[in-house]
């Protein structure tokens, strides 16, 4: 290749870098601008602002086109994307089994702190006037989310409050991410034939918190899928997309500053172990890296926003803004065993997980006794290599995933230390970062058959996982929170009491509630208001009958739609308020009677375990219970009963 070619694939990938950059910013402008929640006067004072995001958007994908086509003809590259897609075609099958298995759940109830996080996108949605200000609005719950929420934005901007919109950009950058999980370990596992990659890749894919927790809107789970991006931007060396995804890490959550950190010190490693050379060189090598200056950049951007806000965080109380350690207290630096024993039985049991550490140990163990073996052989063989090449493939091996694992292992420990709720979500990262180690290990371990057979179990262990509790070992140190069928777990720290939250959310299983809900409501609605009984307390229980509306600082409100038998986040024409009666209503009801309702439904969640047979007659004396009814399913049952106020209780 001439030296005019080189400058031109030099030019080519970075316009088309940018371009893809400059396509977040446009389409985002475009959603507000179509919505319906947009102020069309606001629009036109910035007209001239989204006409000039546009254009910067054609010019780049104009001068993509003109330097590849310098580069190869039209007729080339259609033989080259032809003998692509067909290279392909198995990781192609992969992308389509997972975006089918998670369009299942795209119009899933957004639940707990999913629905305080959806709640406050919809409204910097709703409130967005085209200015810099109008962006601050976007900084969900006080966390810093001002790249994660916009970017989720052009799907709500586009169906707002419907969640589907919200969902489809989540469902596109999940595939992404699936899309660069596979070629990390095409260049991890170099030998390894495309079909048992794409097996590997569709594995990962099904991690039950990946996979069973994708519909829950959470900057999390966002963080895992950014950090993916960036490793695949940084093993091409695409530094422009690593310096945009290190600034979608950390402007996603508080720990993305600590994700990066860490895939920094994984790049220094990666970096330091591939070229041989004294100290002096190495260091030389590690400084002109360009990708540790590109994702280095954002954590000095993010401690510049920190100064800005006045502490680590802009939630919670003034001292808890702060780099404070007490062991005692909640949202600190700290140390508490409880909790530290409760995260790792996270990372390394839960949702199988103790059969990947089994594999990566067996992997470690293996690799010892090879150094131990080769250690004076491989010394006397080796060669000195230029400095400053390296091979054009770029980074090979299990290199590959240093900056992964290692900003996986930077988070846990963070996780450890700071004393907040134990919550699984948290470390999605680490979750597909220990996954994809560990298939590397099946890979290298095992040959033939029993690398079949263990593979194929495991993809149907981790499918089942995800959708229902079966693991043995997950079941034998959580405790049991009780469903009518197979139990769920309560995933939180002991020193946390009990909240029915989100310490139920590490797979998909705890969505039966929303499905029986929505299925007592459709059969007992009479018209007008959706009346609740039931013998928790009025709204604070982590019942979500109507949302955590009661709470000044989580404003959200569920509503029902009877047009489509759904609880839903919007308001329109159609909706109907759920009102829900407590045992603070019951207690009333009793000194005052009962004025309130006329029809309604009486539901027992199973995980509360209140007595059916001792908490019917209490209400026998405003009421007419109607017959039993359950909603039946593998994940759980729900018992209710519809409600009619006696005539003299009016």
């Known amino acids: 290749m001439s030296e005019k070619e080189d400058k031109l694939k030099l030019w080519n990938s970075r316009l088309s870098q940018w371009f893809l950059l400059s396509m977040f910013p446009f389409l985002f402008l475009v959603s507000a601008t179509l919505s319906p929640v947009t102020n069309i006067q606001r629009m036109r004072l910035h007209k001239a602002f989204l006409l000039c995001v546009l254009l910067f958007v054609l010019v780049f994908l104009f001068g993509s086109i003109r330097t590849a086509l310098q580069i190869q003809p039209l ?3 259609r033989l080259k994307l032809r003998s692509w897609l067909l290279e392909n075609r198995f990781l192609w099958l992969t992308l389509l089994a997972a975006g089918i298995l998670r369009s299942l759940t795209l119009d899933t109830m957004q639940r707990w702190d999913a629905g305080e996080y959806y709640y406050k996108l919809g409204t910097a949605c709703e409130n967005f006037d085209y200015t810099w200000m109008g962006l601050a609005n976007f900084r969900l719950c006080g966390h810093p989310t001002l790249i994660f929420a916009p970017i989720y934005a052009i799907g709500e901007f586009l169906f707002p409050r419907r969640i589907i919109g919200m969902e489809l950009v989540n469902l596109f950058l999940t595939l992404l991410a699936i ?23 569709f594995l990962v894919s099904c991690g039950p918190l990946f996979l069973g927790t994708f519909q829950m809107f959470n900057p999390d789970y966002a963080t895992a899928i950014f950090a993916v991006a960036a490793i695949y931007s940084w093993m091409n060396r695409k530094y422009y997309l690593l310096f945009f995804w290190c600034l979608a890490i950390v402007q996603s959550k508080e720990t993305g500053i600590v994700v990066v950190a860490g895939m920094i010190l994984g790049i220094v490693l990666s970096d330091w172990l591939s070229i041989k050379g004294n100290w002096k060189e190495k260091g030389i090598c590690v400084l002109r890296d360009a990708g540790n200056w590109a994702a280095g950049i954002t954590i000095l951007l993010q401690l510049l926003y920190m100064i800005m806000i006045g502490g680590l965080t802009s939630w919670g109380s003034e001292k808890q803004r702060g780099f404070v350690w007490n062991s005692y207290e909640e949202n600190c630096f700290g140390f508490q065993p409880l909790l530290v024993v409760t995260k790792l039985k996270q990372y390394f049991l839960l949702n199988f997980n103790w059969i990947y550490t089994l594999l990566i140990l067996s992997g470690l163990i293996l690799f010892l006794w090879r150094v131990r073996r080769s250690r004076q052989k491989r010394f006397a063989s080796s060669k000195k290599e230029n400095l400053y090449r390296r091979e ?35 470390q999605v990262l680490w979750d597909l970062a220990i996954a994809m180690l560990a298939v590397c290990m099946l890979e290298i371990l095992l040959q033939g058959w029993r690398r079949q057979l263990i593979g194929g179990v495991l993809l149907l262990l981790m499918l089942i996982q995800s959708y229902l509790t079966v693991d043995p070992v997950s079941r034998a140190v959580f405790p049991h929170v009780e469903t009518g069928a197979i139990d769920l777990l309560y995933i939180q720290s002991p020193n946390f009491g009990v909240y029915y939250g989100d310490a139920l959310v590490y797979n998909h299983q705890y969505t039966f509630l929303d499905q029986a809900l929505d299925q007592a409501f459709a059969e007992t609605y009479k018209g007008g208001d959706i009346c609740v009984v039931h013998f928790g307390n009025n709204y604070g229980d982590g019942s ?40 603070d209503w019951i207690n009333t009801w009793k000194k005052e009677g009962m004025h309130e309702i006329e029809n309604g439904v009486c539901i027992f969640l199973p995980q509360y375990g209140y007595d059916q047979e001792e908490c019917l007659p209490i209400l026998s004396e405003w009421f007419e219970i109607g017959e039993k009814k359950t909603y039946r399913s593998w994940a759980g049952n729900v018992d209710y009963y519809e409600l009619h106020g006696k005539q003299e209780g009016y």
């Open 75 to 77: 007729s080339d590259w």
């Open 544 to 583: 979500q009958f109507n949302g955590n509306w009661w709470q000044d600082w989580v404003p959200y409100m569920l509503r029902w739609d009877p047009t489509v038998n759904k609880r839903v986040h919007y308001k329109s024409e159609n909706t109907k308020t759920i009102r829900v009666f407590g045992e």
């Open 179 to 201: 899309f660069y999980i596979h070629r990390i370990l095409e260049r991890a596992l170099p030998d390894c034939p495309k079909i048992r990659l794409a097996f590997y890749t």
């Open 392 to 426: 054009a493939a770029g980074i090979s091996g299990l290199q590959t995933l240093f900056p992964l694992i290692s900003g996986a292992l930077f988070l846990c420990v963070f996780l450890l230390l700071y004393i907040t709720a134990a919550l699984v979500r948290y």
